[in-house]
């Protein structure tokens, strides 16, 4: 089809334009003073991956996502509303991705909070049908569960979504065992100015 996105993008391929402007990335940062570029790319963008890493991106590690279906009969149980404000600079048990930092976090990227006082809590916000978990602490995987359980009774919505989990936290694991489906996986990626 003539002037659709796709003939338009593909008479663009294979020209390096998309290598030239990550070189003029590149030379901005520099030219700021920035020490290190960091970018997440999905897992399965083959050809992104492979582009970032021929300018001299390496990846630093995995992050991956979770996400569970919970119906409108959850209930909060233990889980109290909190404020977000009080859960923000709690410490990390990995180091979290951007999206997910402190500083990010208190620039309103939250707006709900949910906390047992035992340890476990999550900060997130409602997209559509959807709650983002941007910051979240649990002790096990039938705590997880019932933390978004507590999510879920917040607002109706069709699921509780954490995106870009460091591979090696604890909450992984849970989210395995508990059974949680996981749709994307991310490469954390830097280039070292």
Do not use: H
Request: glycine share 6%; hydrophobic share 40%; net charge neutral.
């Amino acid at each position: 089809m003539a002037g659709s996105a796709d003939s338009a993008s593909d008479e663009y391929r294979g020209k390096g334009l998309a290598k030239e402007l990550a070189f003029c990335v590149i030379r901005a940062a520099r030219d700021r003073g920035l020490e290190t570029i960091s970018l997440e790319v999905l897992c399965d963008n083959k050809p992104a991956v492979a582009l970032y890493r021929k300018v001299g991106f390496e990846i630093v590690r995995k992050l991956r996502s979770f996400e569970t279906i919970r119906g409108g009969d959850a209930k909060a149980g233990r889980f109290l509303r909190t404020e977000p404000a009080n859960l923000i600079d709690e410490p990390e048990v990995a180091r979290p991705c951007w999206q997910r930092e402190s500083a990010t976090l208190r620039n309103g990227a939250v707006s709900t909070g949910m906390n047992d006082g035992k340890g476990n809590f999550a900060l997130f916000r409602f997209n559509t049908n959807r709650a983002q978990v941007l910051k979240i602490r649990s002790t096990d995987a039938d705590s997880l569960n019932a933390l978004s359980d507590a999510i879920a009774a917040e607002q109706p919505f069709q699921s509780v979504l954490v995106p870009n989990e460091p591979a090696e936290s604890p909450l992984a694991l849970y989210a395995e065992q508990a059974g949680w489906n996981e749709p994307f996986r991310q490469y954390e990626m830097q280039f070292k100015l």
